[in-house]
């Protein structure tokens, strides 16, 4: 069905190939024109050498399937796709930048740009699993970069979309996934878990910055299970300047339990952002990997362990939301900051995982002043950073689920829309001041929020005002 | 061509009008009823006379068990329920409705697709295809890429891939599934009329042979009206409680 002398010139439905990008295991990339699409495109053209090689073949139909159904800035734009029954092919925009294997020579890398990388995948992973899409092959060669920095992901040929068949479940015995980023529950054949996608993303930070892959590059089944029990060296043993809050983050994605893990790809995004917001654990002082007795416990543990759940990206974004408010404590607001605290509460009793942002703003006169600088702006941040989490404190929520950011800006609405686009926030909660004069002269903040904001957002009210 | 998938309708006349009007909205090319218009249910008359109409201007319909029954020529006995309605049905049915379930065949052809109410190995023996194993002897009894059936009342849906494989799939309502690819397909669109999946929303289907792409759709009918009237009929009463629960 597919030929595999493919060469520049040749025309396959409209698209001219013109230069073979990749030589790929699974399918070779070309870079294409065509006389009705501008932009540079790419035709990626599947390997397919028959019966032989299932893989190839189903890992394409899988990708034709979800690709198409993919959009944002985190995917590369679908274009075209070519029938089985002819050519099988995908065309899509050609993303410019290098793969994060092009770094690979570099390693070790930075700390800051371990984590900046780190805060860049993980929200691209947050907008793939809000379309119900688990990556499951997420590595350094299948990372791309825009020229603004925002990470792309490329090859679904190994993705599983909540809402339609999973052609490779069906097909297949062995795990599916890339020996050295597969997570124990893909090595127990379990597909449907986006946190999966998590501790694919630790074992490349851990690669990213120590130069070493976490559980090596096993070769065989049995190498590749071990993982389930053999946890891997602290980060800080095989690198003295890794911070304590690294450590911690990339071994919580390691994790063997899911459950263990950060909740959603979002909630690493806000910590790889704020390091300063995490209440350290032990994890991030571990200096070896456990003794003998804990990982033998593991190993009993994970004879003959099947997968347990079913579960879905859907199911795992709604029981963990990232709930932001947005929280005014210049005084008068008391009664406001009141019933603001009473439905927090609410929402944060309803959706168990979820994680609460408490932010306010200083209003700053101009744009470029930088609070930090000067010993006024440092005392005026620590001064309303006390007041937020007093205002939080009757909720009495764990650290790991709550924490506090103080934004300097002149223009506060935008600020807050800023800080929800940027952490992806799913629910902003905020207080609707009192009509006042100067509201009706400064315009009203929360209804600016309302109009811009990505998210939902819910706008309290006093609870006398409320008749 | 966009072809509207129907099947399991058994006289429920608030179920079959509800998914009618649903179709309606997205303006099939081609209706296909894929068997049993009566049983079960308190309309036949309607239901029958609705498939007619529909058939007279170009909708396929095949045969199932209960209209075999109800014509006279089913060979086994029905379980005492079924075969109560259908001692019900047959007296109220005129002449040209019994003629029209006389002259139903059992499978029916368009293009790549194949359809038939229980099975295409032996259309008129009723087995049902309830498991990846069935659905494998499905595949292997015909040529066609996609076959469509019913019978089994739970939407479902097959593929048999290029390597032999069989992969299950419990259908989401309203997803469009592409049904692309070296592998062919058997669905089940699942029963308009009496919904037995915990779900009592009429089933049916949509697939545009162009794109080759099915959406299982669930719409939300009269249920309770449906089953008044298989009370006020005085069928037995497990048959009303149905409705209400799809159990």
């Known amino acids: 069905m597919a030929r595999l002398d493919f060469q520049p010139g040749q025309q396959i439905d409209g698209f001219t190939l013109q230069e073979k990008l990749a030589d790929g295991g699974m399918a070779t990339i070309w870079a294409v024109s065509h006389a009705h699409f501008r932009g540079e495109m790419v035709m990626k053209l599947p390997r397919l050498r028959g019966e032989d090689d299932p893989t190839a073949i189903v890992g394409f139909e899988t990708e034709q399937m979800i690709l198409p159904r993919l959009h944002g800035p985190h995917v590369p734009a679908f274009v075209a796709s070519g029938d089985f029954t002819a050519q099988p092919y995908l065309v899509m925009e050609r993303v410019g930048g290098a793969s994060l294997r092009a770094r690979l020579d570099d390693l070790p890398l930075s700390v800051e740009v371990v984590a900046s990388i780190g805060a860049r995948v993980a929200e691209a992973l947050h907008d793939l699993h809000r379309q119900q899409v688990i ?333 | 061509m966009l072809l509207a998938l129907l099947t399991d309708l058994h006289a429920n006349r608030q179920a079959l009008s509800a998914c009618l009007d649903d179709a309606a909205d997205f303006s099939p090319d081609r209706y296909v009823f894929l068997g049993d218009y009566v049983g079960y249910g308190a309309d036949p008359e309607w239901v029958l006379d609705t498939v007619m109409h529909y058939v007279e201007w170009g909708a396929i319909a095949v045969r199932g068990n209960h209209d075999a029954a109800t014509a006279g020529t089913l060979r086994r006995s029905m379980r005492p329920d079924a075969q109560a309605v259908i001692e019900w049905t047959r007296p109220r049915l005129a002449s040209h409705q019994r003629d029209f379930l006389h002259s139903l065949p059992l499978t029916a052809e368009l293009e790549q697709c194949f359809f038939a109410h229980a099975n295409p190995w032996q259309p008129e023996e009723w087995e049902y295809v ?70 009592p929303a009429a089933a049916y289907a949509l697939f545009d042979t162009d794109s080759q792409s099915l959406t299982f759709r669930r719409v939300p009918y009269d249920n309770a009206g449906a089953a008044a009237a298989v009370r006020a009929a005085g069928l037995p009463e497990p048959l009303a409680r149905r409705l209400e629960t799809a159990g």
Request: charged share 20%.
């Open chain 1, 135 to 467: 990556h499951l092959d997420i590595k350094p060669s299948n990372i791309l970069f825009r020229p603004d920095g925002t990470a792309v992901l490329v090859d679904f040929g190994l993705a599983r979309h909540d809402r339609l068949p999973d052609l490779l479940a069906e097909e297949f015995r062995l795990p599916l996934g890339t020996a050295p980023y597969m997570s124990p529950e893909q090595v127990l054949h379990d597909r449907n878990e986006p946190r999966s996608d998590l501790f694919a993303l630790g074992v490349m930070l851990y690669y990213l910055l120590t130069g070493v892959r976490p559980f090596g590059f096993p070769t065989s089944q049995a190498g590749v299970r071990k993982r389930l029990w053999r946890d891997p060296t602290p980060p800080r043993a095989l690198r003295a300047d890794c911070p304590p809050w690294l450590q911690q983050i990339i071994l919580r994605c390691l994790a063997v339990d899911p459950a263990q893990r950060f909740a959603t790809a979002a909630e690493l995004a806000l910590v790889l952002r704020h390091p300063d917001q995490l209440p350290l654990t032990a994890l991030a002082d571990k200096r070896e990997a456990d003794a003998l007795w804990p990982v033998f416990k593991r190993w009993l543990r994970a004879l003959g362990r099947e997968p347990v759940a079913q579960h879905s990206a859907a199911e795992r974004l709604d029981r963990a939301p990232i709930v932001m408010v947005a929280v005014d404590v210049s005084p008068g607001q008391e009664a406001l900051n009141e019933s603001l605290l009473r439905s927090v509460r609410l929402l944060m009793s309803v959706a168990g995982e979820a994680r609460l942002a408490c932010v306010s703003v200083l209003k700053t006169q101009r744009i470029g002043i930088d609070f930090n600088e000067d010993e006024a702006g440092r005392n005026l941040r620590v001064k309303r950073m006390v007041s937020v989490r007093h205002w939080a404190k009757p909720l009495a929520l764990p650290e790991a689920r709550i924490t506090f950011h103080v934004l300097a800006a002149p223009d506060p609405a935008s600020a807050l829309v800023e800080f929800a686009r940027q952490n992806q926030v799913d629910h902003l909660i905020m207080g609707a001041r009192e009509s006042s004069a100067l509201r009706r002269h400064l315009g009203s903040v929360s209804a600016q929020v309302v109009a811009e904001s990505p998210c939902s957002v819910t706008v309290v009210r006093r609870r006398e005002q409320a008749h």
């Open chain 2, 130 to 199: 309830l498991s990846p194993a069935d659905a494998a002897h499905a595949l292997a009894a015909v040529p066609h890429k996609f076959i469509f059936c019913g019978h089994a009342h739970d939407p479902a849906l097959y593929n048999l891939s290029s390597m032999g494989k069989l992969g299950h799939y419990l259908p989401v309502p309203g997803q469009a599934i592409p049904l692309a690819g070296p592998r062919r397909w058997l669905a089940i669109p699942g029963s308009a009329g009496q919904p037995r999946d915990g779900n």
